[in-house]
């Protein structure tokens, strides 16, 4: 399975910006489609966006779509989440996510088909 270390996060101010990287090693990065999903306290981890393993193809949950681009670097193993008019709803820890393998299609959003994770980092959005 891939590894995958996070960087990035941290407090902003509603209307902010942010950007999270997530930085794979250990396995062949460009096999697998990317996801970031989110946690906030109390509530179960959600989908935020996906991308298809050759990046043509992306999908974005509908409380995000417009304000976050998700992108990635198959040549430096790299996936990131711009992040633009931050609201404080958005406040949560994020999670980027490699695919399992034991989806079909060309991405599944579905928490289960993703395989590694990783280590998450706190976003905080003050009104």
């Known amino acids: 399975q891939v590894q995958l270390v996070q960087s990035g996060g941290g407090p902003v101010q509603a209307g902010g910006s942010l950007t999270l990287s997530c930085a794979a090693s250990?396995?062949?990065?460009?096999?697998?489609?990317m996801g970031w999903f989110r946690q906030a306290r109390g509530k179960a981890r959600e989908f935020v966006a996906v991308?298809?393993?050759?990046?043509?193809?992306?999908a974005y949950a509908s409380s995000v779509e417009g304000r976050f681009a998700i992108s990635r670097d198959n040549a430096k193993n790299t996936v990131d989440l711009r992040m633009n008019s931050l609201k404080p709803e958005d406040t949560a820890v994020y999670y980027c996510?490699?695919?399992?393998?034991?989806?079909?299609?060309?991405?599944?959003?579905?928490?289960?088909?993703?395989?590694?994770w990783g280590q998450g980092t706190q976003v905080t959005v003050s009104p």
């Open positions: 996510a490699a695919d399992g393998g034991h989806c079909s299609g060309e991405f599944d959003e579905r928490l289960g088909c993703f395989g590694s």
């Open positions: 250990g396995g062949a990065f460009s096999g697998y489609y």
């Open positions: 991308i298809s393993r050759s990046g043509d193809s992306t």
